[in-house]
C-alpha cells in the first residue's frame, strides 16, 4: 500500500482546490513517512499506474 499511497497523497496535493484537503494529504504522507521510520519498513518498488 505505501507505494500507492504516496503517489495518490501527491495527487492530492497537487490537484486538491482547497487548502483543508492539501493540508490533510501532507499531514496523511507525514504520519505514514513516521510510521515507515518507526517500524523500518522498506516497501517494494512497484509500478503505479496512474
Known amino acids: 500500500m505505501l ?3 504516496y503517489r495518490y497523497l501527491t495527487l ?3 490537484h486538491a ?3 483543508t ?3 490533510l494529504a501532507e499531514l ?3 504520519w505514514l513517512q513516521v510510521i515507515q ?3 523500518e519498513i522498506t516497501p ?3 509500478k503505479v499506474y496512474f
Do not use: F, N
Open 3 to 5: 507505494p500507492w499511497a
Open 21 to 23: 484537503y492539501r493540508l
Open 37 to 39: 521510520e518507526e517500524r
Open 44 to 46: 517494494d518498488a512497484m
Open 17 to 19: 482546490q482547497t487548502d
Open 12 to 14: 492530492v496535493q497537487t
Open 28 to 30: 496523511a504522507e507525514a
